[in-house]
C-alpha cells in the first residue's frame, strides 16, 4: 500500500516564505510524476506545479516566479518551495503523485492536504 505523507503548511505573512514536502512510502516501483495542487475555499482544486521523472517542470502562471518544485528521488519526497507568498496563495495545499506500485498499475495517490495561509 502506498501513503503519501505532507508536512510544512502554516500562517505567514504576506511577502513570506514556507516550503511544503510530501513523502511517499509503501511498494513502489517507480514514481512518474510528482504534484502540487491547491484549493481555496469555494474554488476548484488547482494545479500549482508539476516535475516529471526526468526533471521537468510546470507551474501556474499565478506562481511562476516564486515557486519553486523540486524532487528527491532517494527519498521519494517532492518540496515546494514557496517564496514572496501574497494572501490569495491561501489554500489548502495536496501533493499527487502518479505512482506504478510493485505489481499494479499506475494511478494517482494524494496527500492528506496541508493548510497554508497568507495574512495581509
Known amino acids: 500500500q502506498v501513503q503519501l505523507v505532507e508536512s510544512g503548511g502554516g500562517l505567514v505573512q504576506a511577502g513570506g516564505s514556507l516550503r511544503l514536502s510530501c513523502a511517499a512510502s509503501?511498494?513502489?516501483?517507480?514514481?512518474?510524476?510528482m504534484r502540487w495542487y491547491r484549493q481555496a475555499p469555494e474554488k476548484q482544486r488547482e494545479l500549482v506545479a508539476a516535475?516529471?521523472?526526468?526533471?521537468?517542470?510546470n507551474y501556474a502562471d499565478s506562481v511562476k516566479g516564486r515557486f519553486t518544485i523540486s524532487r528527491d528521488n532517494a527519498k521519494n519526497t517532492v518540496y515546494l518551495q514557496m517564496n514572496s507568498l501574497k494572501p490569495e496563495d491561501t489554500a489548502v495545499y495536496y501533493c499527487?503523485?502518479?505512482?506504478?506500485?510493485?505489481?499494479?498499475?499506475?494511478?494517482?495517490?494524494w496527500g492528506q492536504g496541508t493548510q497554508v495561509t497568507v495574512s495581509s
Open positions: 516535475i516529471t521523472s526526468g526533471d521537468s517542470t
Open positions: 499527487n503523485f502518479y505512482i506504478e506500485p510493485s505489481y499494479r498499475l499506475p494511478r494517482d495517490y
Open positions: 509503501g511498494s513502489i516501483f517507480s514514481i512518474i510524476a
